[in-house]
């Protein structure tokens, strides 16, 4: 496929959730892209084009006349992109390691589907309180540490990764979900912050940052 013929659509919520690191990646890339935001009442009479019934879906028209390539899945998704984009890792080391860091983003997110699922509310306070005591420690924790032993502020080798993007949107979201009052969670792993800050200040993204809807979450 030729990426001046290629034309991407990306699929998901209104909200800036999963799919918020693929806006991103397409904007310090500078690649236009059809951003078709969906609500969760207009979802349902969409499953049937979604590959596995679930969002974000990337789709990528390479001309006119050509069939479309659909890819669901946000690794999946973010793997792809940062092959074409030059955000990818420089050794089969590397690429592995940050496919790691991303399945542990995975896992800490998979700590709150409890917490979402509760419908007392009780319930929901004392995950949260869970999540803060046992997971947060351990996983940002980790990615603070990773940051600190790389001298040149990325997770993964000397420049900027899809990872990069990816982790700065998810712990610097996960991060102000589970902050309250004057604790900023934060405040404890001054390399994630410092991750974050620096994904959120580059060309493209600083930009996007200003300009994009504003949602809750």
């Known amino acids: 496929m030729s990426s001046q013929q290629e034309t991407y659509k ?10 918020e690191p693929i806006r991103q990646i397409f904007a310090y890339a500078g690649v236009a892209y059809i951003d078709e935001r969906l609500t969760h009442e207009t ?36 793997r792809f992109l940062a092959k074409k984009f030059g955000l990818d890792a420089k050794t089969e080391e590397d690429s592995a390691k940050y ?16 917490w979402y699922r509760a419908t007392d509310e009780t319930v929901k306070s004392a995950v949260v309180q869970d999540i803060k005591e046992k997971h947060v420690p351990l ?43 004057d604790k900023d969670i934060l405040q404890e792993y001054p390399h994630v912050r410092k991750l974050a800050e620096r994904v959120f200040a580059l060309h493209g993204i600083a930009k996007w940052i200003k300009e994009r809807p504003v949602t809750q979450f």
């Open 10 to 19: 990306l699929t998901y919520l209104s909200h800036r959730g999963l799919a």
């Open 43 to 78: 979802l349902p009479e969409h499953k049937s084009r979604l590959p596995w019934g679930t969002l974000p879906v990337l789709e990528v028209r390479p001309g006119k006349t050509e069939p479309s390539f659909v890819l669901a899945q946000v690794a999946a998704i973010g």
């Open 99 to 114: 496919d790691e860091y991303v399945d542990a983003l995975k896992d800490f997110q998979q700590e709150f589907v409890t």
């Open 139 to 181: 996983f940002f924790g980790k990615f603070d540490a990773i940051l600190a032993r790389n001298e040149a502020g990325w997770l993964v080798g000397d420049s900027l990764t899809w990872v990069d993007i990816f982790a700065a949107n998810h712990l610097y979201n996960f991060a102000t979900f589970l902050s309250s009052g």
